[in-house]
């Protein structure tokens, strides 16, 4: 009998994220000590998008809203998918997101707090849209708007229009990503 399935952490990782967004929450002023505020508040988009994702994905409810709501009810996103557009999409772009501000420049930092802001109107307008809640639509305005908009004007005072660019690009080709993968996906079930 195996003690690690692979298959059991992708399909449970939300509850693993939001205990770990709640410790880094708690761990904050430890971390962030003697750091400038845009910096703090760059490491900050990480442990907000690991609350969303909670409302976000606690019962697989945001791949069920995708699959019956664009797909019919066919499997446009699989568990897995949504694991690795988490992971290596959120918490990766998060990790060096925070580590290029810290290490390079803080106007790298942009990359997070765009995709936190970016991610926020894309539920809003969804929700507007559909004229419906849609799973993580709370977080996206009680956490995500704030949290970035903040964060926004502290590193505007840093940075440049160039690293403003980058980070709307690198949000806007992350959430493209998604959206080519819910399209290839449905057109090889039609």
Sequence with gaps: MSYFSFARLYTNWVYGGFLAGLLLF??????????????????LQLPVYMLHQ?????ADRFRKFVNDHLGGGKELLSPFAV????????WGVNLAAILLAYCVHIGFGLIAVYLVLINAIAHIGQGVMMRRYNPGL??????FLPASGLALWAISQHTTFQFH???????????????AHVVRKKRLLS
């Design 138 to 143: 709370a977080t996206a305005v009680l956490l």
């Design 165 to 179: 660019c980058l980070g709307i690009i690198s949000a806007l080709a992350i959430h493209a990503l998604i959206v």
């Design 26 to 43: 708690g761990l904050l002023s430890v971390f962030s000590h003697g750091w400038p505020l845009a910096l703090t508040l760059v490491f």
């Design 83 to 90: 694991f690795i557009i988490n992971i290596l999409g959120v």
């Design 54 to 58: 909670y409302e976000e994905h606690d």
